[in-house]
């Protein structure tokens, strides 16, 4: 069993002052991508891996293997032989998700989709996938693959219990190209207890849950 979880590429996304473009062009390695011909300006918006695919390739059983790929740095090998490709995107991010799911779909291969924007418009997402995963997935993940192993997927999984993060595996930073980004992801906590009115946060994963101590710092040693 082959799995590949995809960052899509933002390089699309209005440029404004305050994106990371002007700090990945300074202080970020050359990806594939922007050493391309005509791409000089593409593929650097993202300063970091996002934590939940290298977290949910730590959550994969060790006989599924398993790859990352960030379109913001490296080409999608549309023709590679997958049998999932797993799918986390905020909402600028949406429109080119959709694009790889549906190409990929299209080509037989099961796609499913997770992520802040997935959690908010499911039915929406749902169109564009052959599961769909609504909430933190650290529950959720495991059941769908052994529930594909059994070739009886459901169509969507939801987080009915908040995960313990005393209980978090560490991410598959051995699976990202680090130097490509400014910085690792280190997290301590997830949810918050403001309830502001621009924000989802609260409304998507509930009031702040703490890791211990402990765990935050193993994840900086990883």
């Keep these: 069993m082959k799995i590949r979880f995809i960052v899509p590429d933002i390089s699309d996304k ?40 290298p977290t949910l390739a730590a959550l994969t059983p060790p006989d599924i293997e398993v790859a990352i790929t960030d379109e913001n740095v490296e080409d999608i090998d549309f023709e590679e032989k997958l049998d999932v490709v797993g799918i986390s995107f905020m909402s600028f991010a949406c429109e080119r998700a959709f694009q790889i799911a549906d190409e990929f779909r299209r080509r037989g291969v099961c796609v499913v989709l997770g992520g802040v924007h997935v959690t908010a418009l499911p039915e929406d997402c749902a169109l564009h996938a052959d599961a769909i995963f609504i909430g933190e997935a650290e529950e959720t993940w495991p ?15 939801v987080c009915e219990v908040k995960p313990d993060l005393a209980k978090q595996v560490i991410p598959r930073w051995d699976l990202v190209e680090n130097k490509y980004y400014l910085t690792p992801l280190v997290q301590v906590a997830r949810g918050c207890n403001n309830s502001c009115d621009f924000c989802s946060v609260r409304a998507l994963f509930g009031r702040t849950r703490y890791k211990p101590i402990g765990n935050v710092i193993a994840e900086i040693e990883a």
């Design 14 to 53: 209005n440029e404004t002052q305050v994106d990371y473009v002007y700090l990945t062009r300074l202080f970020c390695a050359k990806t594939p991508r922007s050493l391309s011909a005509g791409r000089s300006a593409k593929g650097r918006k993202l300063p970091m891996m996002p934590l939940a695919l």
């Design 143 to 157: 059941a769908f693959l052994e529930d594909f192993r059994k070739g009886k997927p459901k169509d969507r999984y």
